[in-house]
């Protein structure tokens, strides 16, 4: 038994694990749509499915669009769009609401998710350029690498404490436009397409945002 999506979204429409989803009645999924995105999660701690179909319809077309932009493949980013909601279904307590906001949370998981497939297939091009009886652990040995400065690795640390909290202080609409941007990699036509906002609201948000974070980073340093 498959689970579909809004037939409206462009992108990934449908989870098609069987067994894993019912669509549900209209009216229960109705009765969700205004609940913030926490709110949804933990009902779907509690396995309930009208807020796991609200919440896949309004974020589908946006992972959809980050894990294209990093595997620039659409059958590579449909396997790992349905592969990160099953997922969610499966473990939404790996969402912890006390470490930050659902939106910036599931960014970090559309990227662990794409970087694990470009991971998986630079291995299968390793073993594939590898000449006969070599292993892979000889041929990564002979390429050179760099090692990490530990004094850049705080002094960047440190930045993305400032950014962070610099993020927390802005309007809720300005901070989500921003995390789009540069977290999760989108264009601002994107962006605006994510929200069902108009691109002249998402360009005056983004640039109202960073005019704020400049003026609340000058002052922490």
Known sequence: MGWHGNPETSGVRSVTR???FARPAE???LARLGWTDERLMTAIVLRDEPAFAVLYDRYVDLVYSASLRVLADPQLAEDATQDIFVRLWRRPEAFIADR???LSWLMSVVRNRAVDELRARGRRRRREAMGPGETEEDFLAAIPCEQDDPLQ???VHEEQILVRGALCALPADQRRALELAYFGGLTQQEIAFAL???LGTVKTR???GMQKLRRALQDQR
């Open 206 to 208: 983004i640039r109202l």
């Open 27 to 29: 009216e229960d999924r």
């Open 100 to 102: 930050g906001r659902f």
């Open 18 to 20: 069987a067994g894993e």
């Open 153 to 155: 690795a705080a002094q």
């Open 196 to 198: 069902h906002e108009p």
